[in-house]
């Protein structure tokens, strides 16, 4: 919940960001928690297992 929250965040933040700079900042967070938050789904859902293979 709180991953998702931020993501929302982050996206309010990069529709009122005007400098490029911040800009690019922001996506690479948001890039970075979608791309968590897609791992945290597969798991709970099956689909991958996060468990090193050793």
């Excluded at 929250?5 to 529709?15: C, K």
């Excluded at 690019?24 to 468990?51: F, H, K, M, N, P």
């Amino acid at each position: 919940m709180l991953l998702e929250q931020q993501i929302e965040e982050l996206r309010l933040e990069l529709r009122e960001a005007i400098d490029p700079v911040e800009r690019r900042e922001i996506e690479t967070e948001l890039e970075l928690a979608s791309a968590e938050l897609a791992v945290i789904t597969a798991e709970q859902e099956g689909e991958i297992d996060a468990e090193p293979p050793f």
